[in-house]
């Protein structure tokens, strides 16, 4: 496996990768993570994998769990304190 940083002003959002077989034919694939699913019920459900792949972690499931219906719910929120208090 070989990483290769991409160039000066390259899309952040885009990856690509190459795989070299055996016999020599390369296969190619690349795939822009910044690009919003169509259905929107589905973009949720990726943001919400990638809150939790990031979040529990660092502050654990129930925290975590915790945060992002407190999230959800921001408009509600009178105080930015009452959410950093979850993440403490």
């Known amino acids: ?3 290769r940083p991409m160039p000066q002003g390259w ?3 885009l ?3 190459d795989i070299e077989l055996g016999d020599g034919r ?3 694939a690349s795939h822009d993570t910044g690009t919003p699913a169509d259905d929107l019920a589905e973009q949720g459900e990726r943001l919400n994998r990638k809150f939790a792949a990031l979040a529990v972690p ?3 499931q129930s925290r975590a769990s915790q945060l992002a219906a407190a999230i ?3 408009e509600r929120v009178a105080d930015i304190g009452e959410l ?3 993440v403490r």
């Open 26 to 28: 390369v296969l190619k």
């Open 84 to 86: 950093m208090e979850i």
């Open 58 to 60: 660092v502050i654990g």
């Open 72 to 74: 959800a719910e921001i």
């Open 1 to 3: 496996v070989v990483v």
């Open 15 to 17: 990856t690509e990768v």
């Open 11 to 13: 899309p952040l959002c």
